[in-house]
Every structure is written in C-alpha cells, then in structure tokens.
Nanobody, 116 residues
Framework: QVQLVESGGGLVQAGGSLRLSCAAS????????MDWYRQAPGKLREWVAV???????NYADSVKGRFTISRDNAKNTVYLQMNSLKPEDTAVYYC??????????WGQGTQVTVSS
C-alpha cells in the first residue's frame, strides 16, 4: 500500500528545534514536488513549504528563515528542519505529494507542540 508516514514531532520549548521526516513507501524520484502542511487546533490546514524535483524550495512567510525543507530521493524521504520554534508553530504536520499522484493522500501527521 502506497503511503507517507510522518515522524519526528514532539514537545519542545520555544526557541528549540525539531526535524520532521516523511517516509514514502515507494520512490519519490519522479514526484514533481512534495509539500509540508500543518493544522493547528481549531484552524484550517495551511501550507508550510514545498520542494520540487529540481531542489527548488518555497516557504510560507510565517516560517521563512526558520524552516528548511529537503529531500533524499535515495531514502524516499522528505524532511522539515524547524528552528527557532514558536508557540504558534504548534500543530499537526503533514506531508503530501501532488493531488492525484501516488502520494497525493493525507497521512496521519505528526504532532508538534511548542511551549512558551
């Protein structure tokens, strides 16, 4: 079964760091882009970052300069390095490929909680 599994979340103090991983059950080499999203309690899911197959990246303004997205095609894994975390970064984080692609469905996500 094709799936994405997010991990690496946890509880961290404000100013701390976490690295999230998104492990794909198959090759991501030909996936044009992979995104990270997040959903805070009581809020809509929001886009966080994207990495394209050529390595180009883009970030939401709220995380620019603090978060870094990367991909390791050999390990079929996408990462999200999160530094200088803030309480408002608290959310469940999800990765996803393009809608309609083999990795276009939502996974279980990983919880990130930032204490003040």
């Amino acid at each position: 079964q094709v799936q994405l599994v997010e991990s690496g979340g946890g509880l961290v103090q404000a100013g701390g760091s976490l690295r999230l991983s998104c492990a794909a059950s198959g090759s991501i080499f030909n996936i044009n882009y992979m995104d990270w999203y997040r959903q805070a309690p009581g809020k809509l899911r929001e886009w966080v970052a994207v990495i394209r197959s050529n390595g180009d990246t883009n970030y939401a303004d709220s995380v620019k300069g603090r978060f870094t997205i990367s991909r390791d095609n050999a390990k079929n894994t996408v990462y999200l390095q999160m530094n200088s975390l803030k309480p408002e970064d608290t959310a469940v984080y999800y990765c996803k490929g393009p809608t309609g692609s083999v990795f276009g469905s939502w996974g279980q996500g990983t919880q990130v909680t930032v204490s003040s």
